[in-house]
């Protein structure tokens, strides 16, 4: 779950200036064992699925242990069986509060960024933190 407290006053910084470019993507037709190497030879944990360049799913580790491992199937499984569909996007343009709304609503951890329709880089609640400094213990670098 995403918590936001309201005394925490998230900054006027742009999803774009934090979103991770270029964003990872595979088809809807290839195998979850694919879309599985390409996540751990890149060390990320979600792929957006595009068809045409258009954004039309994602499929995160969750999907995979959820939908595929869970139920007994096997890494030949399309991405298109696996994936979640009910996609959420941003703008670039966006504010890191926006994001961070939306993400609390949908209860979701990655939105794709989008410019025309295409994807242009992902943003994590983690990349929202780390550049917000949100849980941050400000004692911890502490040396006196």
Do not use: C, Q, W
Not at 4 to 18: C, L, N, P, R, W
Not at 105 to 110: G, P, T
Request: aromatic share 4%; charged share 30%.
């Amino acid at each position: 779950m995403i918590y936001i407290m309201s005394t925490y006053k998230i900054s006027m910084k742009t999803v774009g200036g934090i979103m991770t470019k270029p964003v990872k993507t595979i088809g809807p037709g290839e195998t979850i064992g694919a879309a599985a190497e390409m996540m751990k030879k890149n060390r990320i944990g979600s792929l957006v699925v595009v068809k045409k360049d258009e954004p039309v799913g994602i499929v995160t580790e969750r999907d995979i242990a959820y939908k595929l491992v869970a139920e007994g199937k096997g890494s030949d499984t399309k991405v298109k069986d696996v994936m979640s569909t009910d996609l959420k996007t941003i703008s670039e343009d966006k504010s890191l509060m926006d994001a961070a709304k939306l993400m609390a609503a949908h209860v979701i951890r990655r939105l794709p960024v989008v410019k025309n329709g295409k994807v242009v880089g992902i943003v994590a609640i983690e990349d929202i933190m780390r550049s917000e400094r949100i849980g941050e213990d400000p004692d911890a670098y502490s040396f006196s």
